[in-house]
């Protein structure tokens, strides 16, 4: 029977071998491509860090300036300069600035942060996040997003998430 | 007047005052549950909702296209309400009357093929709501708005409709409680029903007495603490997600002066006037001991209770603990939401440290 066919049973396994690999090449091939399919071939989000001109360039209090390119506000305040981030603590919506209550408000559920960012109404259940920021050797202030820092870890204290001006 | 009810409105009023209707409804079902009483309740309350909508302030925010399935909502919800309990109702009379209920009589018990008497009620009723909704869609566009800003969000920043009861819940509680324990303890629970309750009176008819507390207690959950929320969420939530009365102006100015407290910073700083421990777990001790004696001693402790006894005899060791569980899950919503409003509190337990908040 064996020498009637075209293919005996060492061949068909070779056969089998080769086609299995074949066909195993081609998923993983499509699967890679799918992969990268799923992420965008330009990138529109802003960029992490970003220069932010000179401290003099602030007056006391909020500054909303980098609010709608970088999401930060750059505030002002007891003889320091900090980059706060915009993004509320309770479900990441963004607050408002309501200068004539001294207080950020998210529209979402209400959550209330005072001007250095400590929460104290609705239901953010910490203070919103502190970027790093430096000086650069020319005299510019360089925010940071990709580190954050966070009261309630005692973060507030380290020396790179604040500048005294 | 207006001013008035504008103070009704605030959820620390109109919530007891619900809770009282509520009681009502239950109370004297016999005296709701007639035709009488729907005709003369619609009659009653016309006049007061035309004086309402000749307020501006109320009237833009009813006409606004999000908020019409509200008002479909509230009409359609409050009609089947009375009528399922219009049915029901009669058939306890009937069955204290010793007849068999309604739908058990013989001419309801005929029965009709599938194909063609349901499959073509289907088909119209699919036909005619997809004429609706295109209808719909073609009148009340839907705004084109600016490109997407992650950086900004439009205030009051609402959900859609349905979903305004569970953002209503997140105001009082840490998102992955309101946002996630308890939507998924919503959906299990919904799905758990026929295995928890498993009295056969009912089947195949409406009643009420017979099922007294599987009905109030599901339309409590409904009504008070779903149905409410939305109202309060669609009408009564402005920019800020402030509270404003329903004939109040949205001033995007309105001050309102608010501060929430920690269960921790009451009972460190104000009971016992020292500094909180720099511990977290010794900072949040009696939060965590209220917490784990809600969950865990209360379903016990219900045991002892006489109601209590003779439900866990009817049903049995498991089912009787799912349903306090579940029973004591959703009375967590309404006691925090009470305790945020006489009290400012914020949270039992503050973990922030941990990303736990309770």
Redesign the interface.
Known sequence: MADKQSLNRREFFSFLTVGWVAFSAACAGLASMALRYSYPNVNFEPEMDFLAGRPTDYEAGVDERW?????VWMIKRDGILVALS?ICT??G??P?W?P??LKF??????S?FYMNGVN????A??PLERFRITMTPDGQILVDKTRIFRQ??GEWNHPDSFIRV | MREFVNYLADPIRSFPIFLVFFYLMIRYVKVVATKKFAVIGTLISLPPIAWALADKNFFKIVIRPDNLPINFLIITVVFFTWFSLYKGVRNDGRLAAGEVPIEALPENREKVWTWPNLVYTELFCMIAMTIFLVVWAIYFKAPLEEPANPTWAPNPAKAPWYFLGLQEMLVYFDPWYAGVILPGLIVAGLIAIPYIDTNPKGNGYFCYEDRKMAINLFLFGWLALWVYLIIVGTFLRGPNWTFYGPFEYWDYKKVVAEYNVNLSEFFWIIGLNQPLPSNMILREIVGIVISLGYFFILPLASLKTKYGAKLFKDMGTIRYFILIFLAVAMASLPIKMALRWLFSLKYIVALPELELNF
Do not use: I, M, Q
């Not at chain 1, 104290?120 to 239901?123: K, L, N, Q, S, V």
């Open positions: 609010k709608n390119g970088f999401g915009n309770h479900l919506c963004v408002n309501l004539a209550e408000k998210c529209p979402c559920h209400g209330g104290f109404e609705g239901p259940p910490r309630e870890k």
